[in-house]
Structure formats: C-alpha cells, structure tokens
C-alpha cells in the first residue's frame, strides 16, 4: 500500500513540473524557439527594453558626387549641393570648403553625413582630399605656406566658389591659417577645429582679421584642442563650442552636437 501511495505522488509531482515547464516555454515555443520571447525576456530583467525607432531619414535625397580638379598636384573633392523637396537644385544659401585632419580624408564628412547634412539645409558642401591623402597625391610642390596657399586660391577659383565658409580640423591648419591671414576677407567664415599652426599668427595679426569664427574643440583634448583655443580667441569675431566628453576629433565623438553647432553658426551668417 506505501508503495502504491509513493508511486501516486512520484507521477503526481512529475505532472506538476511538466505543467510548469510547458507554461513557461509556451510564449518561446509559439514563436518556434526554445528560448523566452522577447517580452519575457524584458520582464524578467535579462535584457532591456527595446530602444525608440530612428528618426524618419531626409525626405530630400542628396547626392554626394567627386570630382578632381587637374593641376600640381591633382585634387580630389566630394560636392553635394543643395535641391528643393521636389529634387531640383537650388542657388546654395553658402558655400562651404571642409578639410580634414591627419587620419582622415574628404570621405569622412561623407560617411559622418555633413555633407548631405549641410545640402538638405541649402548649403553647398565641398570636401577636399589634401595633397598625400585619400585620392589626392603628394607633392613637393606644397611644402611652403604661400603654395599651400596658392593651393586653396587655385581650388576655390577654379570651382567658383566665393566667399566661403572654410572648415579646418587639427593637421589642416598648415593650410587653412595662412590663407585666413592672406585673404580673411575672401572667407565669409572660418570654423577652426583644434587645428594646427596657430602659435605662429601674432596677437596683431589676428586682431586684424575681422572673419566670423566658430571655434570648436573637444573637451577631453588638453594639448592641441586647448592650445589653438587660447589662441583663436583672440580673433576679434569668433564663438567658442566645447563639446563636452570630447577629445581632439571631437566631432567624430560628438556628431550631432558638432552639426548642431556648426548648422546654427552658418544661419547667423546669411
């Protein structure tokens, strides 16, 4: 009889673990896995909720073409220009010239998305690969600073852009401070980006330069970041965006707060 009893009670509390069992695999099984569903998952802690859908993309699509202009050295650029909701293109707001630092090239401002960025606001965005990098090759012929300048006249004249607003990150500043101290006043304005060389323009020649200037750095970036800061603003017109959490390519680490920054500069301009 004792046997009979524990017999009962084994099958009854084999019943009850499989009764268990089969309720909690049932949400995984009606989704054809073995493992919780995702609801279940997030209800017992094991992952986090699913985050916010992104934004809708630009209604606008912008293309991003490349050219290269011929010369000493051959230059190579990324353009996108501005076009209206229904895709035709529209009389540019500015124009814009970005360079680019020593680990990157034009292609950078393509794949951060400035240059459709800058398009979809109605700017014309012209991204130059310097000579010895990306598809521009070197040349000794820019290993001065009157033909680096020469280089950016012969760019912008030959493209037609005038009055641009000129981007200049970090190892770019070889090129772009000694075109600001020549021709400030063919530059509509001048966005600096920790850049390179600004030790070497004297307290007088920068109060000479009446440019409006944004002046970005990151903050994590104590050596040149902090450098070209003390320097820059001794521009008689410039504005000053720390990016917070930043280091020197801040706006690699910090994307939508450098547009946003950069987008709202160029509107004060127009």
């Known amino acids: 009889m004792m046997n009979f009893f524990r017999n009962r009670l084994v099958v009854l509390g084999l019943v009850l673990l499989a009764t268990v069992l089969l309720y909690l695999l049932l949400p995984s099984m009606r989704q054809g896995s073995m493992e919780p569903s995702l609801e279940v998952q997030q209800r017992m802690g094991l992952i986090a909720a699913s985050p916010p859908p992104p934004p809708p993309p630009n209604s606008v699509n912008i293309t991003v073409r490349t050219g290269q202009l011929p010369g000493d050295p051959p230059l190579f650029f990324r353009e996108a220009l501005p076009v209206d909701s229904a895709g035709r293109q529209i009389v540019p707001r500015l124009q814009l010239v ?5 680990a ?6 393509e794949e951060l998305g400035t240059l459709s960025l800058l398009a979809s606001n109605g700017y014309q965005a012209l991204a130059l690969d310097l000579p010895g990098f990306g598809n521009s090759p070197d040349s000794e012929s820019v290993k001065s600073d009157q033909s680096r300048v020469d280089l950016l006249k012969r760019f912008l004249e030959s493209l037609g852009v005038r009055a641009p607003v000129l981007l200049s990150p970090s190892m770019s500043g070889h090129y772009a401070l000694p075109f600001l101290q020549k ?3 063919q530059l509509h304005g001048f ?3 920790a850049p390179v060389g600004t030790r070497g323009i004297t307290p007088q020649q920068y109060r000479d330069i009446q ?8 903050e994590l970036d104590t050596n040149l970041g902090a450098q070209s800061h003390k320097n ?5 017109h410039h504005t000053v965006v720390k990016l917070a959490g930043a280091r020197h390519a801040c706006y690699m680490d ?4 450098f547009h946003r920054a950069l987008l709202d500069f160029l509107s004060k301009l127009e």
């Open 98 to 102: 970005l360079l680019h630092g020593q």
């Open 104 to 109: 990157f090239t034009s292609k950078t401002w």
């Open 183 to 185: 021709h400030s006043a």
């Open 191 to 193: 966005v600096p980006i």
């Open 211 to 218: 440019t409006p200037t944004l002046v970005i750095y990151g």
């Open 232 to 236: 820059l603003i001794q521009l008689p």
């Open 254 to 257: 910090k994307p939508r707060e």
